[in-house]
């Protein structure tokens, strides 16, 4: 299983990188495939990959979906879906594109379109924390 963490900061404040790389840095024995910070002022967010199926062969995380800005959301996931293709179906993915998708891409997907009730669609073993 990946390693996933998160800060946000109540006051506001920005997180400091080097706060996230400690967090991050006792998770690397959870994924030492790959490690990735996101900072956006007071949130700031680490995962550690640890890859467990071939969708993850090509997965970076933090995962940033849309335009930097506004209209962009950032997801980090620790998953394992045994509803991929049901899912695909719901969020409209083609066949082909669901098997270069890797489970908290579609995750990510998942979070853009349904918001808090996510998890209502998700069967499998999975944590995730996302940013809108």
């Not at 404040?13 to 706060?19: I, T, Y």
């Not at 620790?78 to 293709?85: A, G």
Request: proline fraction near 5%; include cysteine.
């Amino acid at each position: 299983m990946s390693g996933i963490c998160g800060i946000f900061d109540l006051d506001s404040k920005p997180v400091a990188q080097r706060e996230l790389q400690a967090m991050t840095g006792m998770l690397e024995r959870r994924g030492p495939e790959h490690t990735g910070h996101w900072l956006g002022g007071p949130l700031a967010l680490g995962h550690c990959l640890l890859r467990n199926a071939p969708e993850s062969k090509q997965e970076q995380q933090p995962m940033i979906l849309g335009e930097p800005g506004c209209s962009s959301q950032v997801v980090v996931a620790d998953v394992r879906l045994d509803n991929r293709e049901e899912l695909a179906e719901l969020l409209r993915l083609d066949e082909q594109r669901l098997h270069t998708t890797s489970d908290a891409e579609l995750v990510a997907h998942a979070c853009r379109q349904w918001k808090k009730k996510t998890p209502q669609y998700l069967l499998g073993d999975f944590a995730f924390a996302a940013w809108d």
